[in-house]
């Protein structure tokens, strides 16, 4: 007998498997934190999480049959954050010392490298994965993906809410403004704003000179 979600039965069958049935977890060492309402879906057992990670309130983990996800050590994945492999052989690697703030969308469809000391502000989505849409004579849904994936060097910081589209780099050391849509590749140390990105400077030029003459 199927049983309505939203029924009142379905509510407290819920409630009851929250309460009593053992959570699906990676395996990992006592230094991992992950707090009781994060989710593990998909195969748990294809997560690997570093030391001293943190799973906040409601995160959700799902790794696919064929996918793979890397945490590494004391990275932290924010409340309602949500890492995804999408499906057949997609994969999440999150490097060390590295940010997910709340409600972020880290996809791994074409792949999703993340280097160390990265931190990514709440709301940001990060897709490596586009529709195609070429031939008008067949529904998008039916022509596929486009999956060449996403790399996002060491010391970057994206403000809240940006977009980072599908085949990009964005180079070590970026800062990247609030709601930016990256949708080509950035060189390292670019400061990036707007819709699409624009670069208005680099950190690591005409750096000021120290010392006495």
Request: glycine content about 12%.
């Given at each position: ?50 030391r ?36 057949k ?25 993340i ?18 849409f070429?031939?008008?004579t067949v ?25 980072i ?12 403004g609030a709601?930016t849509?990256v949708?080509k ?13 624009r670069?208005?400077s ?8 120290t010392?006495?003459?």
């Amino acid at each position: 007998m199927l049983i309505p979600r939203n029924s009142r039965l379905g509510f407290w069958l819920r409630r009851m498997q929250w309460l009593f049935w053992p959570m699906r977890v990676p395996r990992c060492d006592d230094s991992v934190r992950i707090h009781p309402t994060a989710i593990f879906t998909g195969f748990p057992e294809n997560v690997e999480l570093g030391r001293n990670v943190i799973i906040d309130a409601h995160a959700l983990i799902h790794c696919h049959k064929t996918g793979k996800i890397r945490i590494g050590d004391s990275s932290y994945i924010g409340p309602g954050a949500m890492v995804h492999t999408g499906k057949k052989g997609g994969f999440v690697t999150i490097g060390q010392n590295c940010t997910v703030q709340a409600y972020s969308l880290v996809h791994g469809h074409g792949g999703c490298e993340i280097g160390n000391d990265v931190r990514i502000a709440g709301h940001t989505v990060i897709i490596p994965a586009n529709h195609r849409f070429e031939d008008t004579t067949v529904t998008i849904r039916e022509q596929g993906l486009t999956k060449s994936g996403i790399k996002i060097e060491d010391d970057v910081w994206m403000g809240a809410g940006c977009r980072i589209l599908d085949g990009v780099t964005i180079g070590k050391g970026c800062v990247l403004g609030a709601a930016t849509v990256v949708h080509k590749s950035l060189p390292p140390g670019s400061v990036a704003v707007g819709s699409p990105a624009r670069v208005v400077s680099n950190r690591f030029e005409a750096q000021p000179e120290t010392g006495q003459e």
